[in-house]
């Protein structure tokens, strides 16, 4: 395989997990006795810890005094998950190998399944590969849409979908494999022309796809390694989840 490192986009506020009792950043909340951090970065411990760059933000001291060990990019402003690849841009110059990226917030997402992503973005000999899923109803993850021939176009952000795209059951899970050089090639293209008014990560598979780099998909994310925290509600289920020993 070629030479991997992960990216792991940490730099959340979490504002609707504020409360009196913890303003921590999102990604150190606790669930199962661990910060959601932790559990990423435990499914990701077949890299090493000089390979797993953290992009860190509000509150980063907590973050960086939990988890010394690895390299990181402060993201000085929050304007995006795009944004937050571009903060880290500068450790990765020089980098011919590929790219994992991934949330802090998703504890559940599997060591198997990020190799999976991993085994199958250089057996395609793709230039991005991205993980999907399958919903029956799409709710807030960005839609993924494919031409004719099933190969993929693009992404659409759920608020910025019409309504047919909405109908669309494959999603995007947010994690990625890119070879960095053509990841870094298109970062300084992404808009905040989106209702958001952010720099999206979701929008540089299509940039390469338009420079003729071939881009895929690998669709095997069960559902429930999808879930993020934004929410009270999320942390319980994730925390009953992890409790369960699932997914």
Same mark, same amino acid.
């Given at each position: 395989m070629n030479h991997l490192k992960a990216l792991v986009l940490a730099a959340g506020k979490g504002t609707r997990l504020q409360?009196?009792?913890?303003?921590?950043?999102?990604?150190?909340?606790?669930?199962?006795?661990?910060?959601?951090?932790?559990?990423?970065?435990s499914n990701l411990s077949f890299l090493a810890p000089e390979d797993i760059i953290l992009v860190?933000?509000?509150?980063k001291e907590a973050v960086l005094a939990a988890f010394p060990q690895?390299?990181?990019? &402060?993201? =000085?402003?929050?304007? #995006? +998950?795009?944004?937050?690849?571009?903060?880290?841009?500068?450790?990765?110059? @020089?980098?011919?190998?590929?790219?994992?990226?991934?949330?802090?917030?998703?504890?559940?997402?599997?060591?198997?399944?990020?190799?999976t992503l991993a085994d199958t973005h250089v057996q395609k000999g793709n230039a991005c590969t991205l993980l999907s899923a399958h919903l029956e109803e799409g709710g807030n993850y960005g839609r993924?849409?494919?031409?004719?021939?099933?190969?993929?176009?693009?992404?659409?952000?759920?608020?910025?979908?019409?309504?047919?795209?909405?109908a &669309?059951? =494959?999603?995007?899970? #947010? +994690?990625?494999?890119?070879?960095?050089?053509?990841?870094?090639?298109?970062? @300084?293209?992404?808009?905040?022309n989106n209702a958001q008014g952010e720099l999206y990560i979701t929008d540089t598979p299509a940039l390469i796809r338009a420079e003729g780099g071939r881009v895929g998909l690998c669709d095997t994310c069960a559902l429930q390694e999808m879930l993020?925290?934004?929410?009270?509600?999320?942390?319980?289920?994730?925390?009953?989840?992890?409790?369960?020993?699932?997914p």
């Open positions: 409360t009196e009792e913890t303003d921590l950043p999102k990604v150190m909340r606790l669930a199962a006795g661990r910060p959601l951090l932790a559990h990423v970065l860190v933000g509000w509150k690895y390299p990181y990019a &402060v993201q =000085e402003e929050l304007n #995006g +998950t795009g944004g937050a690849v571009q903060y880290a841009a500068p450790l990765l110059e @020089g980098f011919r190998g590929d790219l994992l990226v991934c949330y802090g917030d998703t504890p559940l997402m599997t060591r198997e399944t990020f190799q993924i849409l494919r031409g004719e021939d099933g190969a993929f176009q693009r992404i659409v952000e759920a608020r910025d979908c019409t309504p047919e795209q909405a &669309v059951s =494959e999603v995007n899970t #947010g +994690t990625y494999v890119f070879r960095t050089p053509d990841l870094l090639s298109v970062l @300084g293209r992404l808009s905040r993020g925290v934004n929410t009270p509600e999320q942390l319980a289920q994730v925390e009953a989840l992890l409790q369960e020993g699932r």
